[in-house]
């Protein structure tokens, strides 16, 4: 049973007590992320995320890591676009312990300046890492394409400039401007008395003043034609990211969507998988994503492909797209497609942490949650004909975006025309 209150400072608490645990995961939500940011600080969220392990105003980095390690549990953070969690899972019996070491991450960090400089250095090589891995570069490239001059258009990690440009002084004023009380959600499951997770919160959290809740630069997608981007690089293989603009997190046929991602290329099942890999072997790895967003959203299809079988490969692709948005899947894909989306989320929500990030990525974007049976309900009135028009609404020849890593070299011009 989910149980969620708001502190007078504008704080949030959601819970899922799980009797029968022996573990408790918890969580600290900050409504704070890459959109939020300028082309000035891009960053700034994750490296502020990096930062408060480094130490408080009452633990060392030595402490945090060893007063939850010490006990058997583990200690993590991240940052994305709309989003930064610091998170735990513990044995149950030591959550004061955790939520007081959590809290004055968020709270109380103190930001050393030695250690600003130290993990400048480590980010800029974790920004040279992602660009020598083609298959997850290749994404930061496609993201340019779907929101140009956008925040959402620029990785989260930001750029070597950005980067370079943070300072003590503009991460202690990001802390306080965001880390505020409006946009905290404490999120927590398991093995867990409420009442006294509330005390606690309270204790913690209410003396911080109400501030108003951030808010982001909203995303638009003006896109008239298709759009290619080649990054030329002597790979073994060719990676691609095809994208398309796509729904909100909350829009009406955000279940359909779902399931026209399992469809095309969530599982070994999926059309692509079979058509791409199975029976054409022109990929080994081929399948689809979905990114949401609170205004915006992406369809992607991702593959590494033979160098010499891109424009097969990509031909096929568009044609597997073209036939769902023009034809009702069949009723067999439709039910295996609904079976694997609920059979998916109920073994997740099997796990403390798991359940953790669902209630709390929900109030923190939503303010509000779903129990499993109501998203079950609604998974279950999705029909045929939503999956085509969801499909129909998306992929649009007009708004296709391919990006392409490999040696490609002056063979943009063929691409485009393949699109359109």
């Not at 059309?271 to 689809?288: C, D, P, Q, S, V």
């Not at 033979?306 to 044609?319: G, M, Q, T």
Request: net charge positive; charged share 25%; hydrophobic share 40%.
């Amino acid at each position: 049973m989910y149980r969620k209150e708001q502190l007078d400072n504008g704080l949030r608490l959601v819970t899922n007590a799980m009797p029968g645990r022996s573990s408790l995961s918890l969580g600290i939500w900050i409504r704070t992320g890459g959109r939020y940011e300028t082309a000035q600080n891009k960053g700034i969220s994750h490296f502020l995320e990096h930062l408060v392990f480094k130490g408080t105003a009452k633990y060392s980095c030595r402490q945090i890591k060893e007063s939850i390690e010490g006990i058997g549990g583990s200690l993590n953070g991240f940052t994305s676009e709309e989003l930064t969690c610091y998170l735990v899972k513990i044995p149950a019996d030591y959550m004061g312990r955790a939520l007081d070491i959590l809290s004055q991450m968020v709270v109380n960090p103190s930001i050393p300046a030695q250690e600003v400089e130290k993990e400048k250095h480590v980010i800029l090589e974790e920004l040279k890492m992602y660009k020598d891995l083609p298959q997850a570069y290749v994404y930061d490239l496609l993201d340019e394409l779907l929101w140009p001059g956008h925040p959402l258009g620029s990785p989260v990690i930001g750029t070597a400039e950005s980067v370079s440009a943070v300072t003590r002084a503009t991460l202690r004023s990001f802390q306080q401007r965001f880390y505020n009380p409006a946009n905290i959600v404490v999120s927590a499951a398991g093995n867990l008395d409420h009442a006294k997770l509330r005390a606690q919160v309270k204790k913690t959290f209410s003396h911080i003043p109400e501030n108003d809740r951030s808010a982001f630069a909203p995303a638009s997608c003006r896109q008239g034609k298709p759009q290619v981007k080649v990054f030329v690089k002597d790979t073994e293989q060719t990676h691609m990211a095809l994208g398309f603009s796509s729904f909100r997190r909350e829009h009406p046929l955000r279940h359909a969507l779902a399931m026209l991602h399992i469809i095309l290329g969530a599982n070994m099942s999926s059309r692509l998988f079979n058509e791409i890999r199975e029976k054409r072997g022109l990929a080994y790895e081929i399948g689809t994503a979905v990114k949401r967003f609170q205004d915006t959203g992406a369809f992607i299809v991702h593959a590494g492909i033979d160098n010499r079988k891109v424009h097969e490969a990509l031909k096929l692709i568009i044609k597997e797209l073209a036939k769902i948005r023009s034809a009702f899947v069949t009723e067999d894909e439709f039910r295996r497609a609904k079976d694997f989306y609920i059979g998916q989320l109920r073994m997740a929500l099997e796990d403390t942490m798991e359940h953790m990030l669902w209630i709390g990525e929900s109030v923190a974007a939503l303010d509000k949650i779903k129990t499993l049976n109501e998203i079950v309900k609604e998974v279950s009135a999705v029909r045929r004909q939503d999956i085509r028009e969801a499909a129909a609404q998306i992929f649009d020849s007009r708004k296709i975006n391919l990006a392409l890593i490999g040696p490609l070299k002056g063979r943009e011009s063929a691409f485009l025309k393949e699109l359109g």
